[in-house]
């Protein structure tokens, strides 16, 4: 283990590693002594139809940055899909609780503001681990803003109500994420960078449309 942890592989998208890593310890700490002990508890006593309906209500307004985000992307097409998606769902879906439109060709996509700022040609800038949100980049960082400034949930007047609201979110998707998490606790020999490496080939591999082109491997001989 010494000599695995000694081995770490330096990544130049992560200049404030020594700071990124604190602040992922943190989290660490703070998920393994509150956060995952309380999502288990709701994984145990919330019903699976209604875990699955509270995902859905939550996945449908995610649908609303999708269908912006397509646009600013001229993505009609999918922009029309996930348009169409949003309002079938919550309508015949009843405020999107239940995901009809899946049942049909409207598929689920994913789409932020960070990813259109890559389409539109804005690097990542520095790799970063933001407490309790966890991995993210510069450029995504602000996508975060953007995209939380335009959602519902942040347009809700009642305080109490949008951060019960914004922890039922959080909730919800950290529960979701316990089946996983053996496997991944398996594959790491370093869980940050395991997760630094992932993140960073996701969101590249999202901006070319799961497409990115290959790295050149061919060395110029003089």
């Known amino acids: 283990m010494t000599g695995c942890a000694s081995n770490r592989q330096t990544n130049p998208a992560d200049p404030l590693e020594p700071i990124n890593r604190g602040i992922y310890k943190f989290n660490d700490t703070l998920d393994k002594a509150v956060i995952k002990p309380v999502a288990r508890g709701y994984q145990t006593a919330m019903p699976s139809v209604l875990k699955t309906m509270?995902?859905?209500?939550f996945s449908n307004l995610d649908d609303i940055d999708v269908t912006a985000?397509?646009?600013?992307?001229?993505?009609?097409?999918?922009?029309?899909?996930?348009?169409?998606?949003?309002?079938?769902?919550s309508t015949l879906g009843v405020f999107?609780?239940?995901?009809?439109a899946s049942q049909g060709s409207l598929m689920k996509h994913e789409q932020d503001f960070g990813l259109t700022l890559g389409?539109?040609?804005?690097?990542?800038?520095p790799y970063l681990v933001?407490?309790?949100?966890?991995?993210?980049?510069?450029?995504?960082?602000?996508?975060?803003?953007?995209?939380g400034f335009a959602s519902p949930l942040y347009q809700m007047s009642n305080m109490r109500a949008r951060n019960q609201s914004y922890m039922l979110r959080g909730l919800s998707h950290r529960a979701a994420f316990l089946n996983q998490e053996s496997v991944l606790e398996e594959a790491m020999i370093d869980p940050y960078q395991f997760?630094?490496?992932?993140?960073?080939?996701?969101?590249?591999?999202q901006i070319y449309d799961g497409?990115?082109?290959?790295?050149?491997?061919?060395?110029?001989?003089e």
């Open 195 to 205: 997760i630094r490496e992932g993140y960073l080939l996701r969101r590249k591999s």
């Open 130 to 147: 933001l407490p309790i949100l966890g991995p993210s980049t510069l450029r995504d960082t602000v996508g975060l803003y953007g995209d």
């Open 69 to 89: 985000n397509d646009l600013l992307q001229f993505k009609l097409k999918q922009g029309f899909s996930d348009g169409m998606r949003f309002v079938v769902n």
């Open 96 to 100: 999107g609780l239940i995901d009809v």
């Open 211 to 221: 497409k990115p082109p290959r790295p050149n491997y061919n060395l110029d001989n």
């Open 54 to 57: 509270i995902s859905n209500f």
């Open 119 to 125: 389409k539109w040609g804005v690097g990542n800038g």
